[in-house]
């Protein structure tokens, strides 16, 4: 489910404008990410390094992710530092809204999501963080 599920969140961010890449400094980040649901005994967390180059901050599609083709994704409101949206996927019956807080080096993401997923009802929320730790390694 964590695996599906934070591809689906970072995609999400495609919604964001230029802008919002040319803000993110190119090097080694640390993304952090927890869902909690009451379908989880326990929160899932998991922790990854990702090197993003400069010609993927010119191109945030290259490293956010892919969401599943019925997903929309609307924009709601944005500042210099902020942006909110909400996601919908008639086809898969998942709704959603987050926000996503950044700076050159860091950035927060709190996202909550329901839907059915074969058949079930679902509730999730996550919470994802990012940090530069330095230059890329490679």
């Not at 490293?63 to 500042?79: E, F, H, I, L, R």
């Not at 019956?93 to 679902?122: H, V």
């Amino acid at each position: 489910m964590l695996k599906r599920t934070v591809p689906c969140m970072l995609a999400a961010l495609c919604a964001a404008p230029a802008a919002l890449a040319q803000k993110v400094e190119p090097g080694e980040w640390q993304i952090t990410s927890t869902v909690t649901s009451p379908m989880f005994p326990k929160a899932e967390t998991r922790v990854e390094r990702h090197c993003v180059r400069k010609e993927e901050v010119d191109d945030p599609n290259r490293w956010m992710g892919q969401m599943a083709p019925d997903c929309k994704v609307t924009t709601k409101g944005q500042s210099a530092d902020s942006l909110s949206w909400e996601v919908s996927c008639p086809q898969t019956g998942m709704r959603g809204t987050g926000t996503m807080r950044w700076t050159r080096t860091s950035m927060d993401i709190d996202m909550e999501m329901a839907g059915n997923m074969q058949g079930q009802k679902f509730e999730m929320k996550s919470r994802v963080s990012g940090k530069r730790v330095g230059p890329c390694k490679n």
